[in-house]
């Protein structure tokens, strides 16, 4: 079984290029070293972010997460086993998203202020599993693109 925990963050400061590229390196580094697969959602300063892996492994890695300085109100939206891995591709995929973009994902109007877009994940659990597949399906039909190739 694998485990999978899906939370959203807010950057402490918004992340410049160069702060998201030391980040995603940091994290594929470490993500290799301990079996985890993912991708991150950077969108207006906001982080979502899926992780799979083994659980305890997984628990061990999300509680450093969570005390890392470059974000804070650090929270699970949705975590526990899943059948398998579904972002085994990814030792940690990228999307900068836009606003719009996520709107999208959620069926929701592009005008939505993207906090209002979380806060509706964090009230229902079914949001977070469309954003996860839409994450995917972007990410699947991107495979030549940023995703898949350089960070950014
Ligand atoms: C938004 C965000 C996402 C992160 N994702 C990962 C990740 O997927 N894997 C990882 O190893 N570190 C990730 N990190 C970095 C960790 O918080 C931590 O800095 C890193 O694991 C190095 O810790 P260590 O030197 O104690 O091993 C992330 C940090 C932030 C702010």
Not at 26 to 41: D, F, H, M, S, Y
Not at 91 to 101: D, F, N, R, S, W
Request: net charge negative.
């Amino acid at each position: 079984m694998t485990y999978q925990i899906i939370y959203s963050s807010d950057a402490s400061i918004p992340m410049q290029s160069d702060d998201l590229e030391d980040l995603l390196e940091q994290a594929r580094e470490g993500n290799a070293r301990r079996g985890i697969t993912g991708a991150l959602v950077y969108v207006d300063g906001i982080f979502l972010q899926i992780l799979e892996g083994e659980a305890a492994t997984l628990k061990a890695l999300m509680a450093r997460i969570a005390r890392d300085l470059r974000h804070e109100a650090v929270t699970v939206l949705q975590e526990g086993e899943v059948p398998s891995p579904r972002f085994s591709d990814w030792k940690m995929a990228y999307i900068g998203a836009t606003p719009e973009q996520v709107a999208e994902w959620l069926c929701l109007p592009g005008t939505t202020p993207v906090p209002e877009l979380f806060d509706g994940m964090r009230r229902d659990a079914s949001r977070v599993d469309d954003v996860a597949r839409s994450v995917l399906s972007v990410l699947s039909t991107d495979r030549s693109g940023p995703a898949s190739g350089p960070p950014l």
